[in-house]
């Protein structure tokens, strides 16, 4: 089976309501950026930054995934699939995706906010105590804080994610303004003539040679799973 490597942004999880970031309208519009995804801004006010996420993951409880998560998970039959996302919500796996490493973090996971990264503090919220409050402490009596990359922070799936794209057959990437590093990089590391397509109904930044289906998350994954199937199985 050919090696499928997806890179996936906020924009495959419009179409199920969530929020984008930068779009009009979009999370950042609404919240700076600063406050509630930024170290400092945990340390300024941590009330508020578990707020925002309780609401970020009250929200993804009330959606769904759409065809584009649900067309990838398709491919599988078809192609070995690995998903490197941006987004911190569960919509691939709700799909049921087998392969997805959450470059930024994941909302329905809370930490130790000592040490963020390790494994033995990190827990699953389930999905009838998604509540976080001040108070609540991680098994090293630290406060529980979001288990998300920040601005400011360092990527440690970086380099997992960058093994996957230097062996990819196939490269996609699907609604992602390619804006923020280290992920906007992971281009760079998929070998020459390896077929790269992109998907958003927007304008994105990327090298020529790059093949653009320019719609939306669902009618583009219809339009490229064809294409793929016709022409790489
Ligand atoms: P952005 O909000 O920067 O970009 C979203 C992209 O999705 C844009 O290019 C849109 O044109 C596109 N888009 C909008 N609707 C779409 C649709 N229906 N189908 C497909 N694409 C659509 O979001 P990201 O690039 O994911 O990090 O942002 C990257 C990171 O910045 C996020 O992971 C987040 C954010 O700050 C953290 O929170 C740490």
Known sequence: MKKLVVLTGAGISAESGISTFRDAGGLWEQYPVEDVA????????PALV?????ERRKQLLAVNPNYGHIALKELEEYFDVTIITQNVDNLHERAGSKRIVHLHGELMKV??????????YIQTLSSNNLEVKIGDMAKDGS???PFIVWFGEAVPKI????????????????????NVYPAAGLIHYVPRNVPIFLIDPNQVLVPSTVKVIQKGASEGMKELKKLLIEEYV
């Open 159 to 178: 380099e997992e994610a960058v093994n996957y794209c230097e062996q990819a057959d196939i490269f996609i990437i699907i609604g992602t303004s390619m």
């Open 38 to 45: 930024t170290p400092e801004g945990w340390y300024r006010n």
């Open 111 to 120: 930490c130790s906010s000592k040490e963020p990264n390790n494994e033995h």
């Open 143 to 145: 406060q529980l804080r």
């Open 50 to 54: 578990t707020q925002f996420y309780n």
